[in-house]
């Protein structure tokens, strides 16, 4: 067989190597902490003590605004306990004006009343009738928001 010298070519087979990564390093965070409770209710305290401390009391205590955030949400929606006995507890007793006569419900006007719910701004609930008196319900809900 006759080969024709002009018609042999080359082939560059040459790998080009891209660069790798020689060292990796690992950051082990540490271990995972957990909060008491009552150290979560007092971290949410402290972020409500002036307007706008959620990021700098976040960050004084090592933890995300976002993880903060989670629990003042479930501080308000009671699943942190209040910490503090019944400290917090705030007795509603509401009387009648001198000379209104008092009516006893029946329970068909009770069945047919409804209800409605107040939500403070503090996350204090309060569930009244329909039918309250609103003056009384605004002295209660003022002496909920005082409470922190």
Do not use: C
Request: net charge positive; aromatic share 4%; glycine share 8%.
């Amino acid at each position: 067989m006759d080969v024709n010298i002009d018609s042999v070519r080359t082939v560059d087979l040459t790998i080009e190597k891209r660069p790798q990564v020689s060292r990796m390093e690992i950051v082990d965070s540490g271990r995972r902490r957990r909060f008491s409770n009552e150290a979560k209710l007092a971290i949410v305290a402290e972020s409500y003590s002036a307007p706008r401390q959620v990021t700098a009391t976040a960050r004084r205590h090592g933890i995300t605004r976002f993880q903060l955030n989670d629990w003042r949400k479930a501080a308000r929606e009671g699943r942190l306990g209040n910490g503090r006995g019944s400290e917090g507890f705030v007795p509603a007793l509401l009387f009648p004006e001198p000379g209104m006569p008092v009516v006893a419900p029946n329970n068909s006007s009770t069945a047919q009343s409804g209800l409605m719910e107040v939500v403070s701004a503090n996350g204090r609930r309060v569930i009244v009738n329909r039918d309250v008196d609103v003056e009384a319900l605004l002295r209660i809900v003022r002496g909920l928001e005082t409470l922190r």
